[in-house]
């Protein structure tokens, strides 16, 4: 990065690593809870833990961002995965997250880079996610790297 302080740079993850990166995605995944929604801190492991276990039965990368030779983030990317309408096989972004303590260092932006980089090698001409709306930092995220909103998710409280 500027002004002296080592840059980041994106690699597969090594055997082992599945299990920082899982427990980095816990640790964080209450960002992702709608404000009106209830939820457990245990439901929400369970959920993520089921969510690596959906895309390790799937064609997928664990991408690994580091900073001075520690993983500081990682990415988790669908490949081929059908879109929810169309069907049509497109990369997915499941889950990306970057330590707290190591945020706006430009890890985010460098792993989603590699996951474009990465679905486009594979043939993929189009990335999905999903983002909650309250994520100010995600949506910001998506925002910069100019991924537009088709669909939206909605609910009521009954
Ligand atoms: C979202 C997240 C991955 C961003 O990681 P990061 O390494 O801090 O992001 P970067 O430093 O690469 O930021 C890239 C751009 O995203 C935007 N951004 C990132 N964090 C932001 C914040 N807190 N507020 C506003 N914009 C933000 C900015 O446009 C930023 O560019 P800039 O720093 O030049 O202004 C991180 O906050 C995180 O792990 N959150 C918890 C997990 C999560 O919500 N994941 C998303 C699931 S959909």
């Known amino acids: 990065m500027d002004g002296g302080q080592p840059s980041v740079t994106v690699r597969a993850a090594l055997p082992g690593e599945e299990a920082w990166a899982l427990a980095l995605a816990i ?18 492991a369970i959920n993520v833990e089921r969510l690596f276990a959906f ?12 900073e001075a030779g ?13 879109h929810e309408v169309t069907g049509l096989p497109e990369g997915y972004v ?25 679905a486009r090698r594979c043939g993929m001409s189009q990335m999905g996610l999903v983002v909650t709306a309250g994520n100010v930092a995600a949506t ?18 009954l």
């Open 27 to 44: 640790r964080v995944a209450g960002d992702q809870v709608p404000p009106a929604r209830d939820a457990a801190p245990a439901l929400l």
């Open 55 to 66: 895309c390790r039965a799937r064609e997928h990368r664990l991408l690994i961002a580091e």
């Open 70 to 82: 520690s993983a500081v983030g990682f990415l988790l990317l669908l490949v081929n995965f059908p």
């Open 94 to 118: 499941a889950y990306v997250a970057v330590e707290p303590e190591q945020r706006r260092r430009g890890a985010a932006r460098a792993l989603m880079a590699a996951a474009e980089a990465e």
């Open 140 to 157: 910001q995220l998506y925002d910069a790297l100019n991924y537009t909103t088709e669909r939206t998710v909605r609910c009521k409280d």
